[in-house]
């Protein structure tokens, strides 16, 4: 996951309406998001190569969403896949607050990510290259693609205008995906500085990412009711 934009408490309604993007190698072996035939109450697409997910659902209302930390310097061979803390979340019957108090004891098995964890009740976004500890949401918008919370990359920054304006108006479903469509790239000096080439900055920079063997590959609407009831909504480009 690499594009992150959601309002948390701000809707009676909804405690929870999350618009993302997954961008990956377009040969990095994937599943659509269905119904786990080993984990039944999970509803998430699936990494084939390492096993775990990107974003996910469960039958209790719970939700979790992880992007990739963008620092090549730090990157390391060694270490689990961050995916499958996505996956634990979801599978897990711990509290949010016990959860997350084991994830920061074994953070540092895992390259740099940031975690979203939640139920209708409560959110909390971890890091484990920005925060020593988890941060609970307050109600808002934010934004997370593969910087820090809320990071004024241009894409986030845009997504979240966007966003907002889409709520704003009780917009449908499809106004969501439109706005997650987007492949406008943001000027050369706008661009963050992250540890690739000026060449990787523009091409990662607008909403929707396109290249022959990088880019966006789903997009997908999550929204949590204030009974706990959950949906997941995805369209797979790729």
């Known amino acids: 996951m690499c594009l992150i934009v959601f309002a948390w408490k701000l809707l009676p309604a909804y405690p929870l309406i999350m618009a993302t993007n997954r961008d990956e190698f377009f040969n990095r072996p994937s599943k659509a998001a269905t119904w786990w035939e080993d984990s039944p109450d ?9 096993g775990g997910t990107w974003l996910g659902i469960n039958r209790q209302g719970r939700f979790a969403a992880l992007t990739n930390i963008r620092n090549s310097l730090s990157a390391r061979a060694d270490v689990r896949t961050r995916g499958e803390l996505v996956a634990s979340f979801l599978n897990s019957e711990r509290g949010v607050d016990d959860f997350l108090s084991q994830v920061q004891k074994t953070a540092d098995h895992y390259n740099g990510f940031n975690l979203l964890v939640g ?37 986030v920054v845009r ?27 943001a000027p050369d000096h706008r661009l963050p500085t992250t540890g690739v080439s000026l060449e990787w900055e523009r091409l990662l920079s607008p909403i929707c990412i396109e290249s022959p063997d990088y880019g966006t590959r789903a997009s997908t609407l999550v929204k949590v009711t204030n009974s706990g009831n959950a949906q997941l909504l995805e369209r797979v480009i790729r």
């Open 119 to 155: 139920d209708s009740e409560q959110a909390f976004w971890f890091s484990n290259e920005n925060e020593s500890a988890a941060v609970k949401l307050e109600p808002g918008i934010y934004g997370l693609s593969n910087g820090s919370l809320d990071s004024p990359w241009p894409k």
């Open 159 to 185: 997504a979240k205008a966007q966003f907002a304006s889409l709520l704003c108006q009780s917009a449908p479903d499809e106004a969501y995906f439109e706005m997650l469509a987007d492949t406008t790239p």
């Open 42 to 50: 999970v509803f998430a697409g699936r990494d084939l190569h390492a």
